[in-house]
Structure formats: C-alpha cells, structure tokens
Nanobody
Framework: QVQLQESGPGLVKPSQTLSLTCTVS??????????WSWIRQPPGKGLEWMGA???????LYSPSLKSRTSISRDTSKNQFTLQLSSVTPEDTAVYYC????????WGQGTQVTVSS
C-alpha cells in the first residue's frame, strides 16, 4: 500500500524559498498513471491545490502559484519535492502531498510557518 510522508523545515523566513519533500513508500513514483500533488491549507481556510508531477515526470501548476512554484522528483529516492519561492506570511499553512490513482492517498501533512 502506498504511503506518503512530508518532511521539511517548519519555519521559513519571509522572502526565502520553502522546500518540502514527500517520501513515497509501498510503490514507485514512476508507476503508470500515478499523479503526485502538493496541496496546502492555510489556517481557517480551505484546501488549495498547488501543483503536481506525473508518473512520467511532467508537471502542472496552479495558475495563481505558477510563477513561484517548482515540483521535481528524485526517482532514485522515490521522492518528489516542492519549492515555493519568495514566501510571505500568507504562505503559512499545513502542506500535504498526495497520490492520485484509482484512489487518493494523503500524507499526514506538515505545518510550515513563514515568520521572521
């Protein structure tokens, strides 16, 4: 069974780049027709889809975040990563990675706070 685990710093300073990693176990990120996404939830707000990387390595980003977002993968480590540049306190959120195939599988989420 596929499982996902987010990791990264819990505190990032304004204007810096936020970098998070999602480690996948129980399956390969190159398995056909899997899509691997990053989603966030700011305090008191709903879920926001940020972008995804496919089993083949192609990427898709939310138009509102595209200029600041990059998603990449390391197939040797079975991981995919999120980089969000020029962060502000409005980027404070719980960040989730998930996998979409026949079902949606979520990581447990990780809190990221943007503050000086």
């Amino acid at each position: 069974q596929v499982q996902l685990q987010e990791s990264g710093p819990g505190l990032v300073k304004p204007s810096q780049t936020l970098s998070l990693t999602c480690t996948v176990s129980g399956g390969s990120i190159t398995t056909n027709y899997y899509y691997w996404s990053w989603i966030r939830q700011p305090p008191g707000k709903g879920l926001e889809w940020m972008g995804a990387i496919s089993y083949s390595g192609s990427t898709l980003y939310s138009p509102s975040l595209k200029s600041r977002t990059s998603i990449s993968r390391d197939t040797s480590k079975n991981q995919f990563t999120l980089q969000l540049s020029s962060v502000t306190p409005e980027d404070t959120a719980v960040y989730y990675c998930n996998a979409v195939h026949y079902a949606v599988i979520w990581g447990q989420g990780t809190q990221v706070t943007v503050s000086s």
